[in-house]
């Protein structure tokens, strides 16, 4: 993964293909002519009314791949548009984002179809060593802007933009020129560039992707996709990308999380995390990858937290399946370890605990949290220091898997 793009599954909100369609069509960027529709019927009516012969039908997931995943048909008559929508609708579409339990159809893009003559790629986002927005566009659109990333770094483009001043002309018609764009596409694309960057900064975006943006036989250059996502810290700025809210497709444990004041992140691994402390979670999780596993969260606890909190933070951590293992890492200076071992112990006879607990605990009132484990009859494993926690809970994960 390249530096500009980020963890994948970051707090960030996210909005529908149909959402980002509506944001680019407000902001001047040519999109096709297509309704949203929850049941067969409405897809059905909804092809009909595009008047077309061809039209595509779209799951509405937040996540990407829907194309490859099943998500995406071309349809050609209103049976094969009734049979698409029946076939997307309700199904649990799985994608390389969705997890391998994927993510429910709820939702329809009916669209007019294209007359593609070339698809390409084009993103926005912020560019931290930088410190700038950066608009980078590719001739393989289409394909994960990762994959072109690593085989061919040559065909990305990168072109940073003053979030003042906004893109200049010169850069607009430097990103088409680089793409080779036919002449009369030169200017219609120049435009978009403009109006997608506009839209970036305007909305406190921290992504803006169209993958693919095309051009047609007839020069036009369309949004055929669309993926949006906001800095969370701005929403306050932005009501109306707020009611775009779908809270159906966010992590669960995320949501729930954020109900008890909790900074919880989903990853990919099997090795849970409690920590204090931002930098503190962001430590042990390198230590853990140092010693060959992989976090299946970050979690911080925060530096007060009450003896409720860990016990919610403690079940959103076992409400994982992936997880196999469990790391306590707590370095007490506000908080105090024996409020920390009163919520894990609470938490672990309530549900149950049946994986391995690595625990690591230091600060004020250590020996009350350490004694509180101990005389309780769960099977801890503790650990002298994070680099020993650590290579316990890999090892523990590991025996487990
Ligand atoms: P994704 O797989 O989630 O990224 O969904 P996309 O919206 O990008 O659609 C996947 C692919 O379907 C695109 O890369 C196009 O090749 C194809 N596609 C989407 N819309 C149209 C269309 O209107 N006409 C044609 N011919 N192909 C389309
Ligand atoms: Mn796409």
């Not at 069509?25 to 297509?34: F, K, L, N, T, W």
């Not at 010169?170 to 960057?197: C, I």
């Not at 943006?213 to 250059?221: A, F, G």
Request: charged share 20%; with cysteine; hydrophobic share 45%.
């Amino acid at each position: 993964m390249t530096r500009w793009f980020g963890p994948s599954k970051q707090s960030r909100m996210k909005i529908h293909e149909y959402q980002a369609k509506q944001l680019f069509s407000e902001a001047g960027i040519p999109v096709p002519q297509g309704h949203v529709a929850t049941s067969v019927d409405a897809a059905v009516d909804a092809y009909n009314a595009l008047g077309g012969e061809l039209a595509v039908v779209k799951a509405q997931i937040h996540a990407g791949g829907r194309g490859k995943g099943g998500g995406v048909k071309l349809v050609r008559s209103a049976a094969e548009a009734r049979e698409a929508a029946s076939a997307i609708l309700g199904m649990s579409l799985v994608t390389h984002q969705t997890g391998p339990e994927g993510q429910t159809v709820k939702t329809l893009l009916v669209e007019a179809g294209s007359s593609i003559l070339h698809e390409y790629y084009l993103g926005i986002t912020l560019d931290r060593s930088l410190g700038m927005p950066v608009l980078m566009v590719s001739t393989e659109g289409g394909m994960d802007i990762e994959t072109v990333a690593a085989a061919t770094p040559e065909k990305i483009i990168k072109i940073a933009i003053d979030p003042d001043a906004g893109l200049q002309a010169w850069q607009a018609r430097q990103l088409a020129y680089g793409l080779g764009l036919p002449a009369e596409a030169v200017r219609p694309a120049g435009k978009v560039f403009a109006a997608v960057s506009r839209l970036f900064l305007d909305k406190d975006a921290s992504l803006v992707e169209i993958n693919p943006l095309v051009t047609t036989s007839d020069n036009q250059v369309i949004a055929l996709d669309g993926k949006v996502t906001f800095d969370p810290n701005a929403l306050y700025r932005h009501p109306d990308i707020v009611e775009m809210r779908d809270e159906d497709e966010e992590d669960a444990r995320e949501l729930e999380a954020a109900e008890f004041g909790l900074s919880y992140i989903s990853l990919d691994g099997n090795i849970g995390c409690m920590v204090n402390g931002a930098g503190l979670a962001m430590g042990t999780m390198d230590t853990i990858q140092l010693a060959g596993g992989a976090p299946a969260n970050f979690l911080d606890v925060g530096g007060g937290a009450t003896a409720e909190q860990v016990s919610a933070a403690f079940k959103i951590i076992l409400s994982d399946a992936k997880v196999e293992a469990i790391l306590v890492n707590i370095f007490g200076g506000i908080m105090k370890c024996d409020v920390i071992a009163e919520g894990i112990i609470g938490a672990a006879k309530e549900v149950g605990l049946d994986l391995p607990l690595i625990v690591r605990l230091e600060g004020t009132n250590v020996e009350r949290g350490r004694e509180l484990l101990d005389t309780s009859d769960l099977d801890i494993i503790s650990a002298s220091d994070l680099a020993d926690a650590a290579a316990k809970a890999v090892q523990a994960a590991g025996a487990k898997a």
